[in-house]
């Protein structure tokens, strides 16, 4: 798929990069069927419907927090790093970009003023939640 850019160490997917200009009609999603988070871009004509549903209670186990970030208004520069704290690659993102972080860490640095949407798995452990180096 044209703009879309998967951050990958061997066959492990580390993050995904949707850009703004992914422009492919319907559903899309661009996270693996076993991500504990599933990311995708919806493009409908006016008039689309959605049947009503809702969403049954299932159990899940989740190890790993995925985080995604979609910048809304902006820039900035994101750090893509390994299981060893081993930087895989820099990503500029600007606005309506948006990134999956799926494993390994990251690191961010504000380019410009940005206002920035971030989802993630809950609740949040506080500061056990994450492991600084």
């Known amino acids: 798929m044209d703009h879309i850019e998967k951050i990958k160490k061997g ?3 580390y993050a995904i990069v949707l850009r703004k200009e ?3 009609g319907g559903v899309n999603f661009f996270t693996p069927g076993e991500f504990s988070q599933q990311v995708g871009i919806l493009i409908h004509k006016k008039g689309k ?3 009503r549903h809702s969403h049954k209670l299932v159990r899940r186990e989740i190890l790993r927090t995925k985080e995604v970030l979609v910048v809304l208004e ?3 520069r994101v750090d893509v790093y390994n299981n ?3 930087k895989l690659k820099t990503v500029i993102l600007n606005s309506g ?3 999956i972080l799926a494993r390994g860490g990251h ?4 380019l410009e003023d940005s206002k920035i949407i971030e989802v993630k798995q809950g609740p949040y452990a506080g500061y056990n939640d994450k492991k600084f180096f």
């Open 11 to 13: 066959n492990q997917i």
């Open 49 to 51: 419907t959605v049947k």
């Open 97 to 99: 970009d948006a990134i």
């Open 84 to 86: 060893r704290a081993q």
């Open 74 to 76: 902006g820039k900035m």
């Open 107 to 110: 690191g961010v640095k504000i």
């Open 22 to 24: 992914f422009s492919e």
